[in-house]
């Protein structure tokens, strides 16, 4: 639920559709995560990543990974003054 409604606020944010995937769930050991995160998602370059830790009943991390150049676009649509596009 939290990703849709990220990507609705993203979305109103850009003024653009975001077209989520069905989510995939895979456990691995911490040593496993980068090949499993390779497979899961078919990136194989280098990843500008991103991480929201968060705490209730339960605990967890979500992440978000973008190619690198990808994510100096996304950066862009919301005029980040750190990005090196601008």
């Known amino acids: 639920m939290a990703m849709g409604q990220a990507a609705t606020r993203l979305s109103t944010l850009l003024g ?8 995939r769930i895979c456990v691995v050991g911490v040593e496993d995560a980068s090949a499993a995160l390779t497979e899961m ?4 370059d280098t990843v500008a990543a991103v991480r929201q830790g968060f705490r209730s009943d339960i605990k967890g991390e ?15 649509f919301v005029n980040d003054p750190y990005t090196k596009s601008n």
């Open 16 to 23: 653009t559709f975001i077209d989520l995937s069905m989510p």
């Open 41 to 44: 998602t078919g990136i194989t």
């Open 62 to 76: 979500a992440i978000v990974l973008c190619k690198s150049g990808s994510f100096d676009q996304l950066c862009a």
